[in-house]
């Protein structure tokens, strides 16, 4: 659909439910343009650009967003941090480094306009930065375009011009080939940022699937994406679900303008026509092989001929390969003809496309769980079989809509004891825990025989809720093989990592064990925190060799909190434990793209956590963020994972440069320990720390590191020593105990924390290169940094600068990050601790009564400290303090 959506401006549509209100957030973030938006600042750079930008996009791609997001942020003071641009960006990831400049004068000029200005422009010669900034430049009239061509010529001014695809002048082409302006070229927004648009639009209240369906929709055009969420808030089709959540009823959204620009696209076509667009529409993808069967050649080809069919080229495929499907043109085109399709009709078609597909066994797992849709859709009942076998390949799909679904329809057509195993599988991977647990108190009162097979998925539901006395409960009902399985993962998310090794190890060696698989991802997991990554890599070749041997994984195993499908996770795991970082971050990173492309719920926000995490590691805090921030639209829906997620997005948080009145930070109050205790311990301390509290900081770091060495938990006492090294705080008595580490990013970061502690300058520098060759980019620089200070104490200058360098190379791939350690990179004279929480906080907006009153002391002695800060650091003020603190 290539036409234009026109809508008019609104003051943000709103739905009342009962006594809830939903309201469509005029202006979200901006999602999915930062490389885009880096390259044109860069090109506006008064010294190192060219003439200008000129953006080039279809209709509806958001063109004018992204030049106004430019615009307020090369007029700011010239970092692309600041700005009220880059703090509605603050959620979403960084910026890409780019090279300050003085802020730009900005005209925003209208096409008929621009003749006017450029001509006084070329007589005033003014050196001043200035940017001319023109929406729609496609109309600006042919004398007006060589002004424009005489102003890049002379560098007057630089441009901005953003334009249609298909209505760029004769004239700009050479402009972009000789270099005078950068052509950045907007095609629609990739999936995920379609998704993050549509979810931030309504503020993050609604549900993934409803996201997915509106993203699906709007094919990553913004424009018709808010022309959709405008239409379902004034049908009313939002609707309010349990848990508060928002979710997109069955129904199409449409406005007028949505309706016209349907009414274009079909009303011309043919009875046949349409006819066949709808029978492809039902069955998207609709099988290539097949349709060719039920439907006309001619009819086909008509329709593809009119652009109404999306077909893929056939030199795409190997020979003889079936493979290829046939959807409709446009998804919103697709949605409109489902929705049209009158009851009886549908029946036929789908009842059509049933009997056209191969015998059974020779169709594709996709093949099955599609037809066993279509007889539900029809008002058949599937053969129970195929019920089954359908739910249990949704599941291992990760499609949990569709699993949900067909489990509840084969409970009530075959209430058998498979049906109700399925049926409590998919409650479970779609965190309904209440469904859950009402079920199986249903199931046991009619149906008692069928009790044992539900035992073990409510006694894990219970454990991701975190009732933990309720899954003992249930365990003590379990048969032995069962219950040591469900030991182990009681244990693992307890933190009691040795005693989860245990358990899982004895269920790991059974072959035959039904959890033989989460038993070893358990082990795997619990030796990494134990400090034992490289035999946690031992196990994983293991494992996969088993699971490559066996096939097809068990039907419900998907569905499981250490599901086969989580090796890959837990791989990453212990690569990042031994030091391969980078390996860590790309197998996460094609784990967490797979899911995302498949729109799997609930699996996209555990894997883009695991790679949150990842990222984290290697020190690219702002990029790890969005992962870090659950909503109904992006959420794992089990406790622990959720406050794992709460844990590192302040952790996060305290990472990144001060602002002053910026967001209030997640006290974490409510949490307590598990398997996530030492990182918890750690966040907590970094906001002690931040709000000068440094005696509490030290507290909560030292009673977690003597918690995970009476444990066993090394690699937890190594995080703990290594964050009061990056904290400036006492180091732990037990740092220079002999501990048995197994990975060389783990005794780096031990050898970090002692070195940080002795001042031992040989033993800081062998740390830095140890973790910069692991990937932990941020950790060394940090260490860079430690170790420039340390020999400019010893009077090694010219040591201390090269030092001061490495440091600044390795922050240059980390984006935007202001630790303790980088406070003040560079500097000559050496600030005392005190001076340092000074002025940390007064960076933060904090007066110097405020400051006083959490430190303890006066005003006047806080005054008396930021003078002699000032002093020594060149600071002029709290606002330059703060650009020194992140510099």
Same mark, same amino acid.
């Given at each position: 659909m290539a036409s234009t959506v026109h809508t008019a401006p609104s003051a943000g549509p709103y739905l009342i439910h009962g006594s809830a209100e939903l309201t469509m957030v005029d202006r979200p973030a901006l999602v999915g343009r930062d490389r885009e938006l880096c390259l044109a600042l860069r090109a506006l750079h008064p010294s190192t650009g060219p003439g200008g930008v000129l953006i080039v996009g279809a209709p509806g791609v958001g063109k004018t967003r992204l030049g106004e997001e430019i615009v307020a942020a090369a007029s700011s003071s010239g970092d692309p941090g600041g700005g009220p641009a880059a703090e509605d960006r603050s959620a979403e990831g960084a910026l890409p480094a780019v090279p300050r400049a003085t802020a730009h004068h900005v005209e925003h000029l209208t096409p008929w306009g621009v003749r006017a200005a450029a001509q006084r422009l070329l007589r005033a010669a003014s050196r001043r930065p200035r940017i001319l900034?023109?929406?729609?430049?496609?109309?600006?009239?042919?004398?007006?375009?060589?002004?424009?061509?005489?102003?890049?010529?002379?560098?007057?001014?630089?441009?901005?011009?953003?334009?249609?695809?298909?209505?760029?002048?004769?004239?700009?082409?050479?402009?972009?080939?000789?270099?005078?302006?950068? $052509?950045?070229?907007?095609?629609?927004?990739?999936?995920?940022?379609?998704?993050?648009?549509?979810?931030?639009?309504?503020?993050?209240?609604?549900?993934?699937?409803?996201?997915?369906?509106?993203?699906?929709?709007?094919?990553?055009?913004?424009?018709?994406?808010?022309?959709?969420?405008?239409?379902?808030?004034?049908?009313?089709?939002?609707?309010?679900?349990?848990?508060?959540?928002?979710?997109?009823?069955?129904?199409?959204?449409?406005?007028?303008?949505?309706?016209?620009? !349907?009414?274009?696209?079909?009303?011309?076509?043919?009875?046949?026509?349409?006819?066949?667009?709808?029978?492809?529409?039902?069955?998207?993808?609709?099988?290539?092989?097949?349709?060719?069967?039920?439907?006309?050649?001619?009819?086909?080809?008509?329709?593809?001929?009119?652009?109404?069919?999306?077909?893929?080229?056939?030199?795409?495929?190997?020979?003889?390969?079936?493979?290829?499907?046939?959807?409709?043109?446009?998804?919103?085109?697709?949605?409109?003809?489902?929705?049209?399709?009158?009851?009886?009709?549908?029946?036929?078609?789908?009842?059509?496309?049933?009997?056209?597909?191969?015998?059974?066994?020779?169709r594709r797992p996709v093949d099955r769980v599609r037809l066993t849709q279509w007889h539900l859709d029809a008002g058949d009942i599937p053969e129970q079989g195929l019920l089954l076998d359908s739910v249990a390949q949704a599941l291992r799909d990760h499609d949990v809509p569709t699993a949900v679904r067909l489990a509840a329809a084969a409970w009530d057509a075959h209430p058998t004891a498979a049906a109700a195993e399925l049926n409590a599988r998919a409650m479970f991977a779609a965190a309904a825990f209440q469904d859950l647990h009402d079920f199986v108190a249903k199931v046991g009162l009619g149906h008692p025989e069928h009790a044992t097979l539900l035992a073990p998925v409510e006694a894990r539901a219970y454990l991701v809720e975190g009732r933990y006395e309720e899954a003992d409960r249930v365990a003590r009902e379990l048969a032995d093989g069962q219950c040591v399985a469900l030991a182990a993962v009681t244990a693992f998310l307890r933190g009691r990592f040795s005693d989860a090794l245990h358990h899982a190890e004895g269920v790991c060696r059974d072959h035959t064990a039904p959890y033989w698989m989460e038993a070893g991802l358990i082990a795997m997991g619990s030796l990494c925190r134990l400090g034992r990554p490289h035999d946690a890599l031992d196990l994983y070749a293991d494992l996969r060799e088993r699971r490559d041997l066996r096939g097809v994984p068990a039907p419900g195993e998907p569905s499981l909190p250490f599901g086969e499908d989580s090796l890959e996770e837990m791989h990453a795991l212990a690569l990042l434990g031994v030091g391969r970082l980078e390996d860590a971050e790309t197998v996460l990173t094609g784990e967490y793209r797979r899911v995302t492309q498949r729109s799997c719920v609930r699996v996209d926000a555990q894997r883009g956590l695991a790679l949150g995490i990842a990222l984290q590691?290697?020190?690219?805090?702002?990029?790890?963020?969005?992962?870090?921030?659950?909503?109904? +639209?992006?959420?794992?829906?089990?406790?622990?994972?959720?406050?794992?997620?709460?844990?590192?997005? +302040?952790?996060?948080?305290?990472?990144?440069?001060?602002?002053?009145?910026?967001?209030?930070?997640?006290?974490?109050?409510?949490?307590?320990?598990?398997?996530?205790?030492?990182?918890? &311990? !750690?966040?907590?301390?970094?906001? &002690? *720390? $931040?709000?000068?509290?440094?005696?509490?900081?030290?507290?909560?770091?030292?009673?977690?590191?003597?918690?995970?060495?009476?444990?066993?938990?090394?690699?937890?006492?190594?995080?703990?020593?290594?964050?009061? &090294?990056?904290?400036?705080?006492?180091? *732990?008595?037990?740092?220079?105990?002999?501990?048995?580490?197994?990975?060389?990013?783990?005794?780096?970061?031990?050898?970090?924390?002692?070195?940080?502690?002795?001042?031992? !300058?040989?033993?800081?520098?062998?740390?830095?290169?140890?973790?910069?060759?692991?990937?932990?980019?941020?950790?060394? &620089?940090?260490?860079?940094?430690?170790?420039?200070?340390?020999?400019?104490?010893?009077?090694?200058?010219? +040591?201390?600068?090269?030092?001061?360098?490495?440091?600044?190379?390795?922050?240059?791939?980390?984006?935007?990050?202001?630790?303790?350690?980088?406070?003040?990179?560079?500097?000559?004279?050496?600030?005392?601790?005190?001076?340092?929480?000074?002025?940390?906080?007064?960076?933060?907006?904090?007066?110097?009564?405020?400051?006083?009153?959490?430190? !303890?002391?006066?005003?006047?002695?806080?005054?008396?400290?930021?003078?002699?800060?000032?002093?020594?650091?060149?600071?002029?003020?709290?606002?330059?303090?703060?650009?020194?603190?992140?510099?």
């Open positions: 900034w023109v929406d729609d430049a496609h109309l600006v009239p042919p004398d007006g375009l060589e002004s424009l061509r005489e102003l890049v010529h002379q560098r007057q001014a630089r441009l901005l011009l953003a334009v249609t695809a298909d209505e760029v002048p004769a004239h700009f082409p050479p402009l972009w080939k000789d270099q005078h302006l950068v $052509r950045v070229d907007l095609g629609p927004l990739d999936v995920l940022s379609t998704r993050r648009l549509a979810s931030a639009l309504l503020d993050h209240q609604l549900t993934q699937p409803s996201v997915v369906r509106l993203a699906t929709m709007s094919a990553g055009n913004p424009l018709l994406l808010r022309e959709l969420v405008r239409a379902a808030l004034a049908q009313n089709l939002l609707v309010q679900d349990d848990s508060q959540a928002w979710r997109l009823g069955s129904g199409v959204p449409g406005s007028r303008a949505l309706r016209e620009l !349907v009414a274009r696209r079909l009303s011309p076509l043919s009875d046949d026509c349409r006819q066949v667009l709808e029978l492809i529409a039902l069955a998207e993808p609709a099988p290539l092989h097949v349709l060719e069967k039920i439907a006309p050649a001619d009819t086909l080809l008509a329709l593809e001929d009119q652009g109404l069919l999306r077909v893929p080229d056939p030199r795409g495929h190997r020979t003889g390969q079936d493979g290829s499907s046939v959807t409709v043109a446009h998804p919103y085109l697709g949605h409109v003809l489902r929705q049209s399709v009158a009851p009886l009709r549908r029946r036929h078609y789908l009842r059509t496309w049933a009997a056209a597909l191969p015998p059974l066994d020779a590691e290697r020190g690219r805090v702002r990029d790890a963020l969005p992962h870090f921030a659950f909503t109904p +639209a992006y959420q794992v829906g089990w406790q622990p994972w959720h406050a794992k997620a709460r844990i590192h997005s +302040a952790l996060a948080h305290s990472s990144l440069p001060p602002t002053p009145h910026g967001q209030v930070a997640d006290r974490l109050d409510d949490l307590e320990g598990g398997f996530y205790g030492a990182e918890l &311990a !750690v966040a907590r301390a970094w906001q &002690a *720390h $931040r709000r000068g509290d440094q005696d509490v900081a030290t507290g909560l770091l030292h009673a977690a590191g003597d918690a995970a060495l009476d444990d066993g938990r090394y690699a937890d006492a190594v995080l703990v020593f290594h964050e009061l &090294a990056r904290l400036g705080l006492p180091a *732990h008595p037990a740092v220079d105990r002999d501990i048995p580490l197994q990975g060389a990013f783990l005794r780096g970061r031990l050898h970090l924390a002692r070195a940080v502690s002795s001042g031992d !300058v040989k033993q800081l520098g062998q740390a830095c290169r140890v973790l910069a060759d692991a990937g932990a980019l941020l950790y060394a &620089a940090e260490g860079y940094a430690e170790l420039a200070r340390l020999q400019r104490r010893c009077g090694k200058d010219r +040591a201390a600068t090269a030092s001061t360098a490495q440091a600044r190379s390795l922050l240059a791939q980390c984006g935007e990050v202001a630790t303790p350690p980088l406070h003040f990179l560079g500097e000559t004279a050496a600030l005392s601790p005190r001076e340092r929480t000074v002025a940390r906080l007064a960076a933060q907006g904090l007066t110097d009564k405020e400051i006083a009153g959490q430190l !303890v002391v006066s005003p006047r002695t806080v005054s008396n400290t930021l003078y002699r800060i000032y002093q020594k650091v060149g600071a002029s003020d709290r606002r330059h303090l703060r650009r020194l603190l992140s510099s």
